[in-house]
């Protein structure tokens, strides 16, 4: 079996703290690739700033295309909507039966995981590895000694896609933030107007 992380993100753009995030899962994990599942929506999060799939699509390609061990996933973009992660999970499950399927999530997500749809099921079926955030709320006890729930010790990172598109809205360097190729893309293709 092949051992793979989801790392499930809007990628609204795909920037250096989601970059750096799935290196340290590849490296510091038995895991073997890295999958970037960029999602279509999040309940989330608002819908109005969002870039059209095909936009975020390119820049996350761009930004991982040297690393072999990253890969880009779109199954979310052609399952019915509204989608919920579990939904793609089992898709996946079955998609891709000779892998192993782990849950990548920052912690932020993890303080309101019992807001997510069949939350348990995915306790059930996966395993779930989990990055340090400065800015989650606190944690339910059952999360933090769930025997599928793994935290791991990392830097933490200052970075989000709202400081980008804010940067970006005040026409400020972004050479901090994202990788030169995902910069150019934007200044080519302007894809927030």
Same mark, same amino acid.
């Given at each position: 079996?092949?051992? &793979?992380?989801? =790392?499930?993100?809007?990628?609204?753009?795909?920037?250096?703290?989601?970059?750096? &995030?799935?290196? $340290?899962? #590849? +490296? +510091?994990?038995?895991?073997?690739? &890295?999958?970037? %599942?960029?999602?279509?929506?999040?309940?989330?999060?608002? +819908?109005?700033?969002?870039?059209?799939?095909?936009?975020?699509?390119?820049?996350?390609?761009?930004?991982?295309? #040297?690393?072999?061990? $990253?890969? @880009?996933?779109? *199954?979310?973009?052609?399952?019915?909507?509204?989608?919920? @992660?579990? /939904?793609?999970? +089992?898709?996946? *499950?079955?998609?891709?039966?000779?892998?192993? $399927?782990?849950?990548?999530?920052?912690?932020?997500? %993890?303080?309101? =995981?019992?807001?997510?749809? /069949?939350?348990? !099921?995915?306790?059930?079926? $996966? !395993?779930?590895? %989990?990055?340090?955030?400065?800015?989650?709320?606190?944690?339910?006890?059952? =999360?933090?000694?769930?025997?599928?729930?793994?935290?791991?010790?990392?830097?933490?990172?200052? %970075?989000?896609?709202?400081?980008?598109?804010? @940067?970006?809205?005040?026409?400020?360097?972004?050479?901090?933030?994202?990788? @030169?190729? &995902?910069?150019?893309?934007?200044?080519?293709?302007?894809?927030?107007?």
């Amino acid at each position: 079996m092949k051992n &793979v992380g989801l =790392f499930f993100g809007s990628f609204n753009p795909i920037h250096f703290g989601h970059l750096a &995030v799935a290196e $340290f899962f #590849n +490296q +510091q994990s038995e895991l073997e690739e &890295v999958w970037m %599942v960029i999602s279509p929506q999040n309940p989330f999060k608002n +819908q109005d700033e969002l870039m059209e799939n095909h936009h975020r699509l390119a820049m996350v390609e761009l930004a991982i295309e #040297n690393n072999p061990k $990253f890969k @880009t996933c779109i *199954e979310e973009f052609n399952l019915p909507k509204p989608n919920y @992660t579990i /939904d793609t999970l +089992q898709h996946m *499950e079955t998609k891709y039966p000779d892998h192993q $399927f782990t849950l990548l999530l920052g912690e932020d997500n %993890v303080a309101y =995981f019992d807001g997510w749809r /069949d939350y348990e !099921q995915i306790l059930d079926d $996966f !395993q779930i590895y %989990v990055y340090p955030r400065s800015e989650s709320e606190k944690i339910k006890s059952e =999360f933090l000694n769930h025997p599928k729930i793994k935290f791991f010790h990392a830097s933490l990172l200052e %970075v989000s896609g709202t400081k980008i598109r804010e @940067t970006i809205k005040n026409k400020k360097s972004l050479s901090d933030l994202i990788p @030169t190729s &995902v910069q150019d893309y934007i200044q080519k293709n302007n894809p927030y107007s």
